[in-house]
């Protein structure tokens, strides 16, 4: 009976992927390297092949180039909504589903939604249209991933606020980087082609320094090249079938360690392609009415975090914290656990060492990888 659950339940995955609409993002370092323009002139090139395609979405940041490209291109309009005494303006999903057209162009991928609109951000916009059975090309930059924000830490300049989990960017049928020379693209901005002469010495004080563009161009190329490797390996039926993975990483409550902990093996997994969990073992210490209050929304934000980048939340409660861990890694059929590096002081190292021997010990005997993340 179980198999034949699983076998039914993988014929209607099937089912719902073949109804689904095809899903392109243009991916860049950052700002001004030429997205929206590529969108744009894949638009004009689908209308001139028969392809009903519509702008649902575009952001020209005034850039005159971009503007000429919208010319002949039919635009859907967007919806008027008010927020605090302004008028503004966002994707018209509800707009879009009942025109339905084969393509949609969506921008700004990572946008977070007026307060009010339907879904909270423009990525679960772009999901309900992808479930509808309307094809996408969208755009996003590199800094935006959520699983990169513990690799960036503290090396950009900017807070990166806005962001989409990385399961986003996998889900993409095809993912192409937008390049240009890091030398050239200062001069665009020097020239007033990215943002206004007001900005533009802000810009080169803050996002737009060479190194960091340097390493964000890096990160993107990174990107683009793994997930290129998983579709084909997704697409090669007859290749070797790839050890099923499947990660567990270990949080306690302190709220920056857990984060990056969190967005680590978030990253980890998704290059495996492999389900993840994230376990808190709650010890009498820590109960509900013993941790203080901004402990205790501290973990649940990065429950919801794990959550967003596609991991599963184990809660237990317990003294022997090693123990729970062994048994979840054995209930789960965990391969690869996942704990952070240990800041303790040094009276304790001692204490610490053989419960953490004894740990590496039991999980040699069921075969777990072990990564010690800092």
Known sequence: MEGQRKSAEHFLELIKQSRRGKFKIYLGMCAGVGK????????????????NVQIGYVETHGREDTVALLQGLPILPRKHMFYKGNALEELDVDLILKHHPEVVIVDELAHTNIPGSKN???????????????????????????????????LLSAVVRERIPDRILQAADE?????IAVADLLDRLKEGKIYGEEKIEI?????????????LRELALKEVAVHAIMKHEQRRGDGPKRKRERFMVCIGTEEKKAKNLIRKTARLASYYQAMWFVLYVQTPKEASDKIPLDKQRYLINNFKLATELGGQVLQVKGRHVYDHIVEQVIRM???????????????????VMGNFKRLLHRLEKVQVDLIILS
């Open 203 to 215: 810009a080169l004080r803050n996002f737009f320094q060479a190194d960091q563009l340097l390493l």
């Open 36 to 51: 929206t323009y590529r969108m744009l002139q894949e638009a004009h090139n689908l209308l001139r092949n028969g392809i």
């Open 175 to 179: 993912v192409v980087f937008v390049d």
């Open 120 to 154: 909270q951000k423009r990525y679960q916009d772009v999901m309900e249209l992808l479930d509808a059975g309307i094809t996408v090309i969208s755009a996003v930059n590199i800094q935006h991933l959520e699983g990169l924000q513990a690799e960036l830490g503290d």
């Open 333 to 351: 059929e965990i391969t690869t656990l996942c704990v952070g590096r240990p800041k303790w002081p040094w009276f304790r190292v001692l204490w």
